[in-house]
């Protein structure tokens, strides 16, 4: 992902100095500490973990003025994390050296509202992408729906509102 990204912003001009990427997870902070960015991208990640504090706190300690979340979330209005468990086995599952039991590992989908939360809680305002205009354009004859997305139809989870994406910006003091 982080090749495509580079490709794309150099096919775009964008000079190779004004850019970096740096791959890291929540559970390897010593990658990050100390490191300034201007944008932290969360992509695929926040309801992987229970740890939901320390990764809002970690994104915030980097400086960056906005944080790009993309993910599961529980489909409610209410903020909760609704708890659940991951089996290890799946490459894109949660994981950790401690908390599995029985190849399983305890997670939290968070829902929008509690993003909201925990984006405020470290200085972030918080916004949702509206999905709805560009699911229009891309799918102008589907039929609203009315049942849990499936594997098969990844845009149907932005439909749904299984999954979103979001725009924390740091708040000005």
């Known amino acids: 992902m982080v090749q495509r990204a580079e490709e794309n912003l150099t096919s775009y001009g964008v ?19 100390g490191a300034s960015f201007d944008v932290v991208l969360c992509l695929g990640y926040f309801y992987h973990t229970l740890n939901h504090m320390a990764l809002w706190q970690l994104m915030a300690s980097t400086g960056a003025r906005h944080l790009i979340l993309d ?27 401690e908390g599995v039991i029985g190849g399983q590992i305890l997670v939290g989908h968070p829902s929008p509202s ?32 009315r049942r849990l997305p499936s594997a098969g139809d990844p845009l149907a989870d932005y439909a749904y509102g299984s999954r979103v994406t979001g725009l924390a910006t740091r708040r000005v003091l």
């Open 15 to 33: 000079d190779g100095s004004r850019f970096s990427f740096l791959v890291s997870d929540m559970n390897h902070k010593r990658n990050v500490q």
């Open 71 to 97: 993910g599961t979330v529980e489909p409610t209005d209410a903020p909760v994390i609704a708890l659940m468990q991951e089996d290890i086995s799946h490459h894109a599952n949660g994981t950790s050296a």
């Open 114 to 145: 509690a993003l909201g939360l925990l984006c405020e809680q470290v200085g972030f305002s918080f916004a949702l992408v509206d999905w709805g205009p560009i699911l229009q354009k891309l799918r102008p004859e589907a039929e609203p729906l």
